[in-house]
């Protein structure tokens, strides 16, 4: 099982910034494309972004494009996730994994960072 550990969340204004980070448990990291999701309360999980293997390509789900940026460091084995202009509907648990499909398939969710945007 691939384990990763999200870290980097918390409690932002609107029009604030958070980066998160997703760190592999166990594996290398820099062989898969890595995705971030997110859930808010009574909402599905939902893709964010994905960077591939080579950062040759970089996905973003409409509702955070021009916002966030997904970059990875594989000498640290970890995948950020830059989060600015936060807005109130952001607020969810972010989870990242080393898979870019429909998060309906993937079934080895770690625990997640919980971003909170409020005044």
């Known amino acids: 099982q691939l384990q990763v550990v999200e870290s980097g969340g918390g409690l932002v204004q609107p029009g604030g910034s958070l980066r998160l980070s997703c760190a592999a448990a166990?594996?290398?990291?820099?062989?898969?494309?890595i995705g971030w999701f997110r859930q808010a309360p009574g909402k599905e999980r939902e893709g964010v972004s994905c960077i591939s293997v080579n950062e040759n390509r970089r996905t973003y789900a409409d509702f955070v494009k021009g916002r966030f940026a997904i970059s990875r460091d594989n000498a640290k084995n970890t995948v950020y996730l830059q989060m600015n202009s936060l807005k109130p509907e952001d607020t969810a648990v972010y989870y990242c994994a080393p898979f870019c499909g429909d998060p309906r398939v993937y079934n080895s969710w770690g625990q997640g960072t919980r971003v909170t945007v409020s005044s």
């Open positions: 166990g594996f290398t990291l820099a062989t898969y494309a």
